[in-house]
């Protein structure tokens, strides 16, 4: 069956879905609240969240690679933080309201 939906449509919809891939996991999910509230070294958020920092430099480069996350260089330390404003804000209001989502969640999965 032909799809009715025009193509730009559809071709929007497989960019939110890899958006939301890139956000399906709860390492990533952590950084960003971190760095949302400021920037931070891989070391510091490694230690933050209780991860190597192997692990946190593998997250960081796949948030940077989906333009989430930039870099700035101070001396001898990188830091990182999230690309824009928009992203920043949606951050901080997810983070503050994750038991009303989950809630409203369940009642969704449960219809």
């Known amino acids: 069956m032909k799809p009715y939906l025009p193509k730009e449509i559809q071709i929007s919809a497989e960019h939110q879905a ?3 891939r890139v ?10 609240w971190l760095i949302a ?5 891989v070391n510091e958020i490694a230690l933050a969240i209780g991860a190597t920092q192997t692990s946190v430099g593998h997250h960081l480069r796949i948030l940077e690679f989906n333009h989430l996350v930039e870099i ?3 001396h001898n330390n ?7 404003n928009e992203i920043t804000r949606d951050c901080l209001v997810i983070k503050s309201k994750p038991k009303e989502m989950l809630m409203e969640i ?6």
């Open 37 to 41: 509230e400021q920037a931070r070294t």
């Open 23 to 32: 956000l399906g996991n709860a390492q990533r999910v952590m950084i960003l």
């Open 78 to 84: 990188v830091y990182y933080h999230l690309a824009d």
């Open 106 to 111: 369940n009642l969704v999965e449960n219809i």
């Open 18 to 20: 890899a958006f939301f």
């Open 72 to 74: 700035r260089r101070e």
